[in-house]
């Protein structure tokens, strides 16, 4: 079965991840997901970022799935033209370079909305299109770092720890993007029209940390470093184990905090009236935690987390890659999948939802120009059968 956004095309004139991630996501739901890159960049885009598969980095691999790849020189009228033609027959228009190039290019919203003035056009820049720093070259890690978001990252007393998992901003601005573009073809079903929408990394990491700005604002001050803890709810966080092994542990319920007690040995804790509640358990952290831990410490992993998880504490071990590919709940639900890419078999995320009816899918990514014939026959074929055409 088709796709919930079977029959929608998207232009994708995008590059690095983030908003190549975005239309590998629309592609996932169906939609026809063209990639234009222009040839003589091809080289260069595809090598620079390690690991590599065959030569071919496996970000740029994994990062443009689920698409179809045409290659244009969009400085050269004739390929420009070929553009156009697409655009025509485009719904979405998705571009994520920086501000003035896709204007030096002839591809900005107002050409290309006279063209198909219906188009939902995404525009994505590092820090956004307006201000002093617009044209600033924008990487996760400097984004990181410019939005606060390294300023809770750390345990005590360190300072400016990146997250390390450095596409965080870069995927979660292409989640932003891939919404706008669904939310723009709503509007345009609903009123007829397209627009532009503008996203960039610096909105999305502040969006991110609503609920960490919303603390300093009411409190004056900055979240604290807590390493693997969690500032709202205490215990939440990783605790040593006898075996040198780690196990996440979040009351996140005051029924579960009794349970926890009796099962750590520790029933004198659950009515002092230090730890009696969770509001008191935060303001009591530093008292608390070296009593949990000292506990932790006389027993494996696996005794905690069976003797845990039976009386409804959330609890979990530290998963490896190698471990997790095969667990049933992750196989079960195709939370990592297969796909046969012209570079070898790879592994990846499956799609986040489940559509009972019109089921999301990963499919190969292209070798680049790899379906320059059929696309171009495809536009050949649609000028034809235009009214206008001729």
């Known amino acids: 079965m088709p796709g919930p956004l079977d029959g929608v095309r998207v232009f994708d004139l995008t590059l690095f991840m983030v908003g190549p991630w975005a239309s590998m996501q629309l592609g996932s739901m169906g939609a026809d997901v063209i990639h234009v890159e222009e040839p003589g960049s091809i080289h260069n885009s595809r090598i620079w970022v390690p690991p590599f598969m065959q030569g071919t980095s496996i970000g740029y691999i994994m990062w443009n799935l689920n698409k179809r790849s045409l290659l244009l020189d969009l400085k050269l009228e004739e390929d420009r033209e070929t553009a156009y033609r697409l655009v025509e027959t485009s719904d979405v228009f998705i571009e994520n370079m920086r501000p003035g190039a896709v204007e030096r290019l002839g591809m900005d919203y107002d050409t290309l909305s006279k063209l198909r003035p219906d188009i939902v056009y995404i525009s994505s820049a590092g820090y956004g299109r307006q201000g002093p720093m617009a044209a600033t070259p924008a990487t996760d890690p400097t984004i990181q770092s410019f939005s606060g978001w390294c300023s809770i990252n750390g345990s005590p007393g360190e300072k400016y720890q990146l997250y390390r998992h450095q596409t965080q901003l870069d995927a979660n601005t292409g989640n932003y993007m891939a919404q ?60 040593l184990c006898q075996d040198k092994e780690y196990l996440a542990v979040g009351v996140v319920k005051e029924e579960q905090w009794a349970p926890l007690c009796h099962v750590l040995e520790l029933p004198e804790l659950i009515e002092d009236p230090r730890f009696s509640s969770n509001r008191a358990r935060v303001e009591h952290r530093d008292e608390l935690l070296p009593l949990l831990e000292g506990s932790f410490v006389t027993k494996p992993r696996f005794f905690w987390s069976m003797r845990l998880g039976a009386q ?67 536009l050949h074929g649609q000028a034809e059968a235009s009214p206008s055409a001729g």
Not at 182 to 193: D, H, P, S, W
Not at 223 to 236: D, F, I, K, M, Y
């Open 312 to 378: 409804g504490v959330p609890c979990s071990r530290f998963f490896q890659w190698d471990e997790l590919r095969y667990h049933p709940q992750i196989t079960e639900n195709e939370h990592i999948v297969q796909v046969d890419t012209p570079w070898g078999e790879i592994y990846t995320g499956g799609p986040p939802w489940k559509f009972s009816e019109t089921p999301a899918t990963m499919r190969p990514s292209p070798e680049p120009g790899q379906h320059m014939e059929e696309i171009l026959q495809e």
């Open 180 to 239: 706008a573009a669904l939310l723009g073809l709503m509007a345009r079903e609903q009123t007829g029209k397209g627009q532009r929408i503008d996203v960039s990394m610096l909105g999305a990491a502040a969006a991110l940390q609503t609920s960490r700005l919303a603390e300093f604002f009411a409190t004056g001050e900055n979240p604290p470093l807590l390493g693997s803890g969690c500032v709202n709810t205490v215990p939440h966080q990783a605790f």
